[in-house]
């Protein structure tokens, strides 16, 4: 074969691989826009998967209850869960990234830990963000810890001019120290402080309001151009921190930036949630089975596989109990770690 029909060749077949690329990824949505509308038709009040389109499209013809029902109980649940699934699998994606460990997720560097310290502080001793409402107390100060956390992680290392080793290592010594501190206000807690505290730290949907959903599909749209710009950067990146350089991309800055990310799009998601695991593990490492580890596709993929399961583990935290909403984090951590376990397996199998 000629050079110039293996190019030609080659052009036909990495034009193929873009096209599959995308299509997995408009598969993924088509996935999600169902899973949508399944999780709005879940609940103890029946409703038909048509009666919920139709409520959707047009609100007008629907009856007084089941408008509520739908717009003002399940739609801001299920619109939550695609919201928190896309930036926690997002950052995790970012994270296994810049600091080359498969293991990364959001939780790694003890962000749900500080934001479970902020919020034990909210509920147990009533401390907070001074002029903060009261309604807001609780997210507010989970937001603060877990964004701070992340600042101090990224200053020590700088201070120790360490490098992507230390962060985790410090993230671990942080969420040792960030439980304890949890576990010193359950002790002192009274009764009823320690049942929200441990509520909280489950993990739920059920504090999904319109107002904090807007709120995190801000954070979403600022972060997203940003990672998008980067993507190329990203890429490099796996390839080694020698081969970036050489491509002229300072990695410090580029982990720098992705940290801010990270840390802005899983702060507002624990603050408003509290700890839901394994969705910013596996998330990433599903994505990277079907397209790869072109960021171009690797990250909506990443969000969008992210958005899915906890799409799904919200319409299984409704059918687990029968008249029950059971906590998504604990569907999470079940179905997540047969689901991880299952991925490993079969990237073993292809590696």
């Known amino acids: ?41 879940t609940g103890s009040s029946r409703l038909g998967l048509a009666d919920v389109a139709r409520v959707l499209l047009n609100p007008a013809s629907a009856s007084g209850p089941v408008s509520v029902i739908v717009w003002d109980v399940r739609l801001p649940y299920a619109v939550m869960a695609v919201l928190v699934g896309a930036a926690l699998a997002l950052a995790g994606a970012e994270m296994q990234t810049v600091l080359n460990n498969p293991l990364a ?62 962060l985790v290592l410090f993230g671990i010594a942080l969420v040792f120290a960030f439980n304890a501190a ?13 049942q929200q505290l441990v509520f909280w730290s489950m993990g739920s949907l059920a504090r999904a309001t319109w107002p904090k959903i807007g709120i995190l599909a ?21 390839l080694g921190e020698e081969r970036a350089l050489s491509f002229g991309i300072d990695a410090n800055r580029l982990r720098d930036g992705a940290l801010l990310r990270v840390s802005l799009l899983s702060a507002v998601s624990v603050a408003f949630v509290g700890t839901i695991g394994f969705i910013g593990l596996v998330g990433p490492h599903a994505a990277r089975l079907m397209v790869g ?46 689901v991880f376990v299952l991925l490993v397996f079969t990237r073993g199998r292809r590696a």
């Open 218 to 238: 801000l954070a979403l749209a600022l972060a997203i151009p940003f990672t998008a710009r980067a993507a190329w950067k990203l890429t490099a990146l796996r």
């Open 1 to 41: 074969m000629s050079g110039a029909a293996a190019t030609l060749a080659g052009a036909a077949g990495y034009r193929a691989l873009v096209l599959r690329r995308a299509a997995l990824l408009a598969l993924l949505a088509v996935l999600l826009g169902a899973s949508l509308l399944l999780d709005v038709a």
């Open 105 to 166: 997720s959001p939780f790694t560097l003890g962000v749900s830990s500080a934001a479970s310290l902020g919020a034990a502080l909210a509920i147990v001793l009533g401390v907070g963000i001074p002029w903060v409402p009261q309604e807001w107390l609780l997210s507010g100060n989970a937001f603060l810890f877990a964004l701070a956390s992340v600042l101090l992680l990224r200053s020590l290392s700088r201070l120790r001019g360490a490098g992507v080793e230390a």
């Open 182 to 194: 949890v576990a010193l206000l359950q002790f002192v807690a009274t009764e009823q402080a320690l």
């Open 293 to 338: 580890e072109d960021h171009r596709f690797f990250l909506p993929a990443a969000a969008l596989c992210g958005a899915l399961l906890l799409s799904l583990s919200s319409v299984a935290s409704k059918l687990l109990v029968p008249g029950l909403m059971v906590p998504v984090g604990i569907v999470t951590a079940l179905v997540g770690v047969p």
